[in-house]
């Protein structure tokens, strides 16, 4: 079994920053597989927001937050982040840590995740 765990959600003004932490555990190497985070609003369908490659050498991010969320993992941790700043109103959603241990690249496609986090909670005030 795989487990993920999302931290670091919360409440925040625009124009504020949060980082998301994922820890991941079970009985794989995660330091070998691609990780992703997406988001899902109220009303809206699941959407991709960055993916990192297994050695953290190789990201992708969504037109919608280039250049304003980063991230990043820490494989002797099995922990990957999304550091996020200049929040928007938009960016409010519930935000989901997956990883993909049929994959090494950067993947982008939430049909290539095997695994999930249970989500935590983005609510950017204006």
């Known amino acids: 079994q795989v487990q993920l765990v999302e931290s670091g959600g919360g409440l925040v003004q625009a124009g504020g920053s949060l980082r998301l932490s994922c820890a991941a555990s079970g009985r794989r190497t995660f330091s070998v597989y691609a990780m992703g985070w997406f988001r899902q609003a109220p009303g809206k369908e699941r959407e991709f927001v960055a993916a990192i490659n297994w050695s953290g050498s190789s990201t992708y991010y969504a037109d919608s937050v280039k250049g304003r969320f980063t991230i990043s993992r820490d494989n002797a941790k099995n922990t990957v982040y999304l550091q996020m700043n200049s929040l928007k109103p938009e960016d409010t959603a519930v935000y989901y840590c997956?990883?993909?241990?049929?994959?090494?690249?950067?993947?982008?496609?939430?049909?290539?995740?095997?695994?999930w986090g249970q989500g935590t909670q983005v609510t950017v005030s204006s």
């Open positions: 997956a990883v993909g241990v049929h994959n090494i690249r950067v993947v982008i496609t939430s049909a290539e995740y095997d695994y």
